[in-house]
């Protein structure tokens, strides 16, 4: 068993795949050196050891004979001996081993090394200002992480120093307060641990690399773990490393940089430092970071070296890096690397970006963006007054990686929308058709909500038909713009859903008109809509059962959608309707509700003298439609999947309710999430499964959609690609989202990155109307 | 092809398995004729007959013939002929074919054969009164089915003589009025149809049987067929029989029969008859029917020949038996027999005597009581001012007859109970335990309401505690009812299932006090219930959810519980605990809950030094959990299956919802059936199946429970044996008829009749409790 990893001169031990053993950061400085950076020389205590301390009480034997060894290693590198009282001594920073910070688990302990003898040396070498300041920052930290001192009375301290001294910040401390100060926190920590700093390097360092281990196993520190569900037992690798100064004069700098610009996405170098400054000094607000071009000459850091660690760093990561770097006497050291944070715009170019220059390939470059932040892009780009959500207006990138998309994506994207406008924004972003028009949207519009009422109020088949005829050219004017709107591609249009007594007034107003309308007392209505309230409780007659007790009302949509799509077809525009029976529960209602619109169908083609293909499909949206998926498949065209209503059917859970539990729910992980938001595959996934797979038994050539919330959330989406489905509708701004989406499903699931014969889900849902024989 | 079939003189042509080309009359005339019943001689002209003529307008070529030939066997067997003017001419009914009336078909043409000569024939042998008679009720008939001539001119004509002769009834009239009326009737004919009766008397028979024919294809014929679903091409048979009458003097009489008593069961001759009177002329009312044991010596006919006919009607059909005859002078005629109506009582009574008699054998004594009917032999027994609806009070033979459904059945019968006197009334009526116990039935008792209002309103953990803590010897001392009441069965309690919300005050008074039993301020206390309200809607804080987000209240039912199993342990009877958590969704709820309970369970038993054996479960209500089954089993001991709010989640549908739309369902054939009363066994039957098969995955030794109104329905309950579902639970008195259509079930389903060794549902409903470890 092997328990010290040496990196440092170009070379290391261990890498990127040491991670379990070394830690992130071990094996990324591992890593780096490997590739040819140049970090601070220095080496990493493996997880193993840790494990065997916290299990024993002991660090395993012969680790300490590896840390000397290692140690001699550094002398070589650095040419600077530990402890040296005479020349200038090396002196080390001692780490955790994991990139992400925990409660309880402490930072780094620097300048370990730092005697008064070594830092009388050191400060013969870099001046005794410099090495005061290292001193006193090494028994704080000393103190806090080894000796669990509590960090107030350091703060408590130097707030004393500088109030005596009348300076505002730790820098401007002189000699003579530095050297008070230093004696100052030794008794500091005498005081409260009863312990002096110790005098030799080697117990400093040995007690230091323990109290790391220690850290692991905090109670604090286990609680978070658990909070996050990291396992307890990994332990952890402990960084020792030779420091380096940003803070050794003019010729020293600290600071970052990003390998790409972080905002824009633009492919130069971008960053910002300080000079003679040390980063972790808390200096920030007090002076001002220069912009890294500024490096050049000065600090005897060629802006070429940079570029060259940015080449480095992106051909070997292949994403765009966040470095931090130290210049000490004119020689740049890398400390850290990470994948960069971005805005959502530099995200779309730098994946597009590095695409074209052959860094990554499209479909990593498809991976990389969260289909989530596509709806950024377009915000940040869209000037929100000019109306229109337009596409031409945000970054081409954009428009190209979603092109990427379409090219490897199998499940189609169409919107919902409920009106022209909406229809055509929906087909500027990218749906390939309209999954979900709601009737019901267009009913309640001022012009017509009076002649819809008069229709649910009337008495007699003669007042009911004079209201249908009213309604009828209302309809079909509808129709006909969206029709327009999304020529050559389909159509779904759900007939009324909605529960009538809903769409009646309740207010005296209403009332008045209605009665006033109709030539009915006031009074006698009144009643009449109360009554109609009572017996219609709030699930009511609503969906399929609107149009089974009220077959006029299909019957008028499907005429009005007919002679719509007879009228745009004369314009020489291709439409495709598909007609949704909302809310199925069974076979028999969708057969029966079918035997109506194809009476229409027949009577409107007849006096046309020519018809149109139509498909004709239910809505499933309760667990017995999709339990009875086969059978009613027989019926359908197609089936849309109606995932919100599901979702609250299955889980006997509405979504208001959510509120009173869900946040318990989600801490003791009863819930992995909002089953509204994120598609609760377990329970209602398994209903789409079934319906889908059933309903094909039914009929072979069924198209399947959702539509709901879900058709737009990513995660939603994988489960859908998965379980076979044609395509989703979502909300027209959630179009590209839903794009990228559907690419990442189909990369993730394995598919041929680009298809070359069009996939047989792509031709089910190419033109599913066209499956219906014309009619006329 | 052969399309008359004759009977008569103890011999036939066809019998019962000729139905379908005879009819249910023909059949079963021949049937009864070839069993040696004396029916009256005749024959039956076949469907297929009447479908060539429905097919061709004409009757089949050979037909005349046929009924010629049968015509002349007819005047062998009564020594009569056909149309004689000398000596008594035979007279002959021509009637329909099927026992079930329609509208629009007519009923059977009377005295066929009767011409003016013939007639008077008739008069010289019969008296001229008896004659005319014959003639007149001929003419009308004739008319009415033959001609198309409506019934009421020969009403009006009927009234009018009546008047005119100051009679009050038709047989009072004299012969002069009978012969005027005659004429009269004739007149009617001739004016209402412009034709005449005709006076040859076979083509009189020829048109009748034609006219029976074409009473098959009338417009309401066919609708009548199409409500009932009976299909239209069948055609109908044709009846012609010699006629017998029971008014042919002192020595004559017509009546009906039961083979056995049809209201007490009783097994001995049951009916009544008139003397000198044929049954069709409307009599009753004016003349008292005098008791069938009065028929001996006065009319030739002995006591032991009709006894002779009950026991060759009994061991042929293997029923009770209601049948209809005529004596004529002297000689006893059969007409009809069918299966006789009987009170539920009786039914019961007729099943285990005949079973005892041999007759049958038990199964089909079991098959033969609707399930439906086993109430009202309770109610019918029972003063309902005695109190308990006793069994010892009710008929001997139905505690024989569940005696024997209990043999044959494996599928375990329990009830639903909320206190030890219904529990006790449950085991009385043959409950094998407690399938559903609701504990939030417990907590509104007016002792306790006030506590449990405290409990939910509690600010401070102290509060809270302090409800419980006098909350708990309540609910421990209702547990310990329910488990004496019970000892040796299984009792499954549920744990708190209704929002709380629903449990607090909404009126001043109840506020006021609420308020001074917790020393608040009443606005105070007002608005944090009504905050409560508002963020607990509908659906709310209910099942599981209640538990999970109170654990403390799970915790206190839990240890009421097994404190209260721990002192009926210690008073020598045995208990059988099962807890049921309700309407979970998840795998992680049913967790969450058993862990709290497992708690408990320790803590009790530790304290107490002795354990007790028990159980936990899950009550599956939403899709959700039947679609989890297999992971929520990992966690429970059985499954208790509600399939009211299961059938109201997977239909998206409310129970007060159903009355909108329910009729208008059934009569367009989208729902076979109210599906809260009987099972969707494609919907919701599919989730129950679900739930039982893959539960069982998730654990081998689960079982599984329906509790519901469905619990007790005959037709659900066929299918829960089916599906595998170890008991059902309803209510307390529809235990017995639970009982038995689970017998039905099994019987239906194949097993064997008497399992000789525990089928091994048997024994995993025997002591499901005894599956879970000693916990102490």
Redesign the interface.
Known sequence: MRWVYSFGGGEADGGRDDQAILGSIGAQLGEMSRIGLNVPPGFTVTTEACRVFLRTGEPPSGLWKEIQEAMRMLTVRTGRAFGDDRAEPLLVSVGRGSAVSMPGTMDTILDVGSTEDSIRALGRAAGERFALDCHRRFVQLYGQVVLGVGGAVFERALAEARRSSRVAHDAELDLSSLRTLVTRFRGCVREASGRDIPADPWAQLREAVLAVFGSWDTRRARDDRRVRGIRTDLGTAVNVMAMVYGNRGDDSASGVAFTRDPSSGEARLFGEFLSNEQREDGVAGVRDPKPIVELQGRFGVALGELEQVRRLLESHYRDMQDLDFIVERGELYILQTRAGERSARAAVKIAVDMADEGLIDRRTALLRIDPERIEEVLHSSVDPSAGVEELAASPPELGRLLGWADDVRTLAVRANADGPAEAARARELGAEGIGLCRTEHMLVGEDRLGVVRELIVARSDRDRARALELLSPMQRADFEGIFRAMAGLPVAIRMLDSPLHELLPTDRDGIRELAERTGRDPLELTTAILRMRE???????RGA?VG??FPEVTAMQARALFQAALAVTAEGLVVHPEIVIP?V??A??LE?QRRVVERVARDVFEQAGRGIPYALGAMI????AA??AR?IARHADFFSIGTD?LTR??????R??L???LP??LE????KDDPFRSL?V???G??VSMATVEGRKGNPRLLVGVCGEHGGDPVSMAFFHDAGVDHVSCAPFRVPTARLAAAQSAIRSGLPPSPVAVSPRRERQGAPAARVAVRA
């Not at 949206?621 to 017995?624: A, G, I, Q, T």
């Not at 003791?668 to 819930?671: P, R, V, W």
């Open positions: 017996s219609n409780p709030m699930p009511g007659r059962r089974i007790c809310f529960r069974s028999q209602e029966t949206e309760v667990p017995r339990l009875t059978q209503d059917t299955t889980l006997g859970l509405s208001d309710d509120g009173t539990f318990l729910y003791q992980g009863i819930l609760d377990q329970g209602v398994r209903l």
